[in-house]
């Protein structure tokens, strides 16, 4: 917790802001690379539990497979309460990286993890696609390495247009 005289800790912010009602947190939103935000994101999921998380994510910074793949794990970590906010001056260049994450996030079939002990079998791979995108910006060969969260394809949020 934060001492008399500092500034709170996001995450402090975070709890806060569920102790008053509020819906959303936004996680990353500054801009400081001093924290991965996927980290931060993951803190926050862990120290409330009703509110939304919505984290920013500069798509100019970021491949769109380690996006996925980490959206992946903080909407398993936190229930479902996962949104994204693609930030880039590029519009076209978050536009193709929404595109990616959304087909990474697609690439396993509900039903693809089978947990069969008695068959050896924790993956039906038929039920996994990869994604081949090739685009302007990016260039993705191979299905994501897990699969989905609750969400499946983790909402996408654009506050405003605001970058």
Known sequence: MSRPGLELSPIDRAVRAEEQGHRTVVVGADGSSAVDPFV????????TSSIQILIRVPT?????????????????????RID?????????RRDEAV???AALLTSWAPDAVVNDRAAGLHVDTDRVMPVHVHGT?????????????????VPVVDP???R
């Not at 910006?137 to 394809?153: H, I, K, M, R, T």
């Open 137 to 153: 910006w990016f260039a993705v060969d191979s299905p994501l390495d897990v699969c989905a969260g609750p969400q499946g394809v």
């Open 84 to 92: 994204w906010w693609p930030d880039d001056p590029v519009d076209t």
């Open 99 to 101: 595109h990616i994450v």
């Open 40 to 47: 931060l994101a993951s803190a926050v999921a862990s120290a």
């Open 60 to 80: 100019d910074q970021w491949h769109p497979y380690l996006v996925a793949r980490r959206l992946a794990a903080l909407d398993k970590i936190s229930g479902g």
């Open 160 to 162: 405003g247009g605001v």
